[in-house]
């Protein structure tokens, strides 16, 4: 290779960036920028218009109200949002140990067969369409029951859950130094305790993002709880009983004749998207804030 040229002074003298170079480093930003945009816009666009439509109607009535009978203005969508809390803390708490257990044996001890099969079915129910989930979660809770439940809309919202989790922990974990494992098995450290104690927390804030994800994900579904929660107009607080949702809610008054219910359908769908973006943000920043490991 030609040496490089040498300035007075004896030190090497710098090349000036070829013009080429340099409209192709501009085009490419302009690119990156423009997908941000692409990807921006509409987020905006649609919670903008949801402000526009729904801002309107949320009153403190809305929020502390149960509905009103069929043609009467007025009430709320109190017991959805209880609902919906009630039903989303169930999947949560089947959804999230399984995810994160299946993800950790991927990870740590999943490089054979059985652990190909759990990552392709993971992958398979990730595309499985949402109203199939409803309707297995009919099959072996509701029948079982002999009738609608909380209980029901959160397994099945729990079995949507799953794959994501899974493969996000998976994904999580390898990007842990494999040199942080080798410290610890110099140590004498067992390796379920160096997985749970030093893998898993180094790669905490990833594996919440990923349960963040399927949270938010699963929020807002409704085909699912059509065949499980199946939705109440009073108040319903027990696992074992037919429940309200708000994604039932809105999905009931949507399809109304009734102007008035249009207006809160709108006031409900501000609603469900606040609430869940106020869970991701609250989650995020106390894993940032926390002894959770690194943001």
């Not at 009738?147 to 989790?165: E, N």
């Amino acid at each position: 290779m030609p040496e490089l040229a040498r300035s007075v002074s004896g030190k090497p003298a710098v090349q000036a960036i070829s013009w080429r170079r340099r409209i192709t480093d501009r085009v490419m930003t302009g690119v990156a920028v423009l997908t941000v945009v692409i990807v921006l816009v509409p987020l905006f666009a649609i919670f903008g218009y949801l402000l526009y439509r729904g801002l309107g109607s949320i009153d403190w009535a809305f929020l502390t109200q149960t509905p009103k009978p069929v043609g009467e203005v007025g009430g709320g969508m109190a017991n959805a949002i209880a609902g919906s809390a009630l039903i989303l803390g169930i999947a949560s708490i089947f959804g999230v140990p399984f995810g994160i257990g299946a993800g950790i044996y991927l990870a740590e001890f999943g490089r054979n067969r059985l652990g190909r099969v759990v990552r392709f079915t993971a992958d398979v129910l990730n595309g499985v369409p949402s109203i199939v989930i409803g309707i297995v979660a009919f099959e072996i809770v509701v029948i079982y029951q002999k009738h609608f439940s909380a209980l029901a809309g959160g397994v099945a919202l729990a079995i949507m859950m799953v794959p994501t989790i899974c493969r996000t922990t998976e994904e999580m974990l390898l990007l842990v130094p494999q040199a942080l494992r080798e410290a610890a098995y110099g140590l004498g450290i067992p390796r379920w305790r160096t997985t749970l104690s030093i893998t898993l927390r180094t790669a905490t804030s990833g594996i919440i993002t990923g349960v963040m994800l399927a949270f938010a994900r699963v929020a807002g579904e409704t085909a699912p709880l059509l065949f499980t929660a199946f939705g109440n107009t009073f108040w319903s607080l027990r696992y074992d009983q037919p429940t309200a949702a708000l994604p039932l809610q809105i999905y009931v008054y949507a399809n109304s004749p009734y102007e008035d219910w249009h207006r809160q359908a709108w006031a409900g769908s501000l609603v469900l998207i606040i609430l869940i973006v106020t869970a991701v943000a609250a989650v995020r920043y106390a894993v940032r804030r926390g002894s959770f490991g690194t943001a």
